[in-house]
């Protein structure tokens, strides 16, 4: 893991959100864009030595809306940046980690994704995000 890419926090309304985050925070809006493999629209904003990134779902059956019906709106995952992400999702599966998937997925900016699952981090799930050759968005 080379570093904490950013924390991603599920919403219910991205306009709202952003509102509080731009406005009454006073955080930057990196960008917005929709990520169709993972059924979310995404909003990056910089706080400083991190970014955060905000989930709306676009589909009542996503993760993040399930997400948000079973535990409300707030963090939904940690993103740790990594190079090289099937070597690293094969080295976790070796080591008894339990992925949500085989092989890695589309993410935003470019990069691609991969989830370790909850059960085998302590309840915290965790991104893997590899933007190799991507730029740093």
Same mark, same amino acid.
């Given at each position: ?8 926090? +599920? $919403? ?9 985050? @731009? &406005?009454? =925070? ?5 960008? #917005? ?29 996503? +993760? $993040? ?9 707030? @963090? &939904?995952? =940690? ?5 090289? #992400? ?52």
């Amino acid at each position: 893991m080379k570093k904490v890419d950013h924390i991603g926090i +599920a $919403v219910r309304s991205m306009e709202e959100a952003l509102d509080y985050y @731009i &406005h009454t =925070v006073g955080l930057e809006l990196l960008g #917005i864009e929709e990520v169709p493999s993972q059924q979310v629209k995404v909003a990056f904003l910089d706080a400083g030595n991190i970014k955060l990134e905000l989930l709306e779902p676009t589909n009542e059956d996503s +993760a $993040v809306a399930k997400f948000i019906s079973k535990r409300g709106e707030g @963090i &939904h995952h =940690v993103a740790f940046g990594v190079s090289d #992400i099937r070597s690293r999702m094969a080295e976790l599966k070796e080591k008894g980690v339990q992925l949500l998937s085989e092989n890695p997925k589309p993410g935003a900016g470019g990069a691609e994704v991969a989830f370790l699952h909850p059960k085998s981090s302590f309840g915290v799930l965790y991104e893997l995000c590899d933007k190799s050759g991507k730029g740093d968005k």
